[in-house]
């Protein structure tokens, strides 16, 4: 089993920067590939990120690539997202995800534990 808790979401103004983390316990967290997902207001859930385990296979959705890095850091249990030059849409609430077969894709299913959520807005 793998706990997952985000945390640094908030309000920000367009074009500004978050970084998310998300802090997993429970289990040999380097092992998982984690994810990034992300839920806007009647919308479905979509990919956004992903980060293999050792950190050096990373993919990203269209809409983020080169605003937004994925990364890790095994020893601190934790895994970032940090977002620049946010746009209005990306407001949303993010989710991170653990993906205990390590593949690392971009299909909600193949991800086994999923966090809370933390709210991020971006104002225009």
């Keep these: 089993q793998v706990q997952l808790v985000e945390s640094g979401g908030g309000l920000v103004q367009a ?3 978050l970084r998310l983390s998300c802090a997993a316990s429970g289990a040999i967290f380097s092992r998982y590939a984690m994810g990034w997902f992300r839920q806007a207001p009647g919308k479905e859930r979509e990919f956004v990120a992903a980060i293999k385990w050792r950190g050096s296979s990373t993919d990203y959705a269209d ?13 601190k249990n934790t895994v ?11 407001t949303a609430v993010y989710y991170c995800a653990a993906d205990y077969w390590g593949l ?6 193949d991800y086994e534990y999923w966090g809370q959520g933390t709210q ?3 104002s225009s």
């Design 15 to 17: 074009g500004g920067s």
């Design 104 to 109: 690392g894709t971009r299909i909600i299913s």
């Design 63 to 75: 809409s983020v690539k080169g605003r937004f890095t994925i990364s890790r850091d095994n020893a």
């Design 120 to 122: 991020v807005t971006v």
């Design 80 to 90: 970032y997202l940090q977002m620049n030059s946010l746009k209005p849409g990306d």
